[in-house]
């Protein structure tokens, strides 16, 4: 059974660029989630994917946006990177909407310069 | 809205012993979940232990067991015969289900950063 994988593992990226950032969940799971954990700080929902659509948005700006494939893979993009995007940007899936347990993988390190 | 706070940023123990990590959390929910995640250095979150709210025995797994409070708010971590490989950062959750949007999110704490000792 293969986990949930991200790409890239790190990046660097400047003010004002924009970044795309990718994620397979694991097999069987159809909800996709996108959390980002700044250094010393609990990872903070940014939002979740369903079938393809967003049905659940955190406290982040329009900037932050998801798409989701047919084969549930994820992508989030974040356009005009400000310094304060600098953080860990974690994936997790599930295999349900609602259900316990998230299954992680082991993250996008951003720095933004 | 769901809160969460683990209060000790470090913890040291001598490998072997037991560790307690504390929790506490609010919520005005009568149903909610409660989880622990290991972060070791590489990123990924780790699932250790679920407690449910209307669990009548406390949760474990392993060596993990969690100390449940209800009344008192809490669900505390127990590691019993720690060993090198469980330093890493860990995390107390709760779920939030976001009703008017159909979803489901976790809340975390802070964090403990534990530090086992040979």
């Known amino acids: 059974e293969t986990g949930v994988t991200q790409s890239p593992t790190h990046l660097i990226k400047t003010r004002g660029q924009q970044v795309t950032l990718r994620c397979s969940s694991q097999s069987g799971h159809n909800t996709v989630s996108w959390y980002q954990q700044a250094l010393g700080q609990g990872p903070q929902f940014i939002f979740q994917?369903?079938?393809?659509?967003?049905?659940g948005r955190g406290n982040f700006p329009p900037r932050f946006s998801g798409l989701q494939f047919p084969n549930y893979s994820s992508e989030l993009n974040v356009n005009a990177l400000e310094l304060d995007d600098s953080a860990l940007y974690l994936c997790?899936?599930?295999?349900?909407?609602?259900?316990?347990?998230?299954?992680f993988g082991e993250g996008s390190r951003l720095t933004v310069l | 809205a769901q809160k969460i706070t683990q209060t000790q940023p470090g913890m040291f123990v001598q490998e072997k012993e037991a560790v307690t990590l504390d929790c506490t959390y609010d919520?005005?929910?009568?149903?909610?979940?409660l989880f622990w995640y290991k972060q070791p250095s590489s990123g990924e979150m780790i699932f250790l232990i679920y407690?449910?709210?209307?669990?009548?025995q406390n949760a474990t797994e392993g060596r993990y067991s969690l100390n449940f409070q209800k009344a008192r708010k809490s669900t505390n971590l127990v590691i019993s015969a720690s060993q090198l490989g469980d330093s890493a950062m860990y995390f107390c959750?709760?779920?939030?289900?976001?009703?008017?949007?159909?979803?489901?999110?976790?809340?975390f704490g802070q964090g403990t950063r534990l530090t086992i000792n040979p």
């Open positions: 959750a709760m779920r939030d289900n976001l009703m008017d949007q159909g979803a489901q999110k976790l809340v």
């Open positions: 994917y369903y079938r393809e659509e967003e049905n």
């Open positions: 407690q449910g709210s209307y669990d009548e």
């Open positions: 997790a899936s599930s295999p349900a909407l609602r259900t316990g347990e998230l299954f």
């Open positions: 919520t005005s929910d009568q149903s909610y979940g």
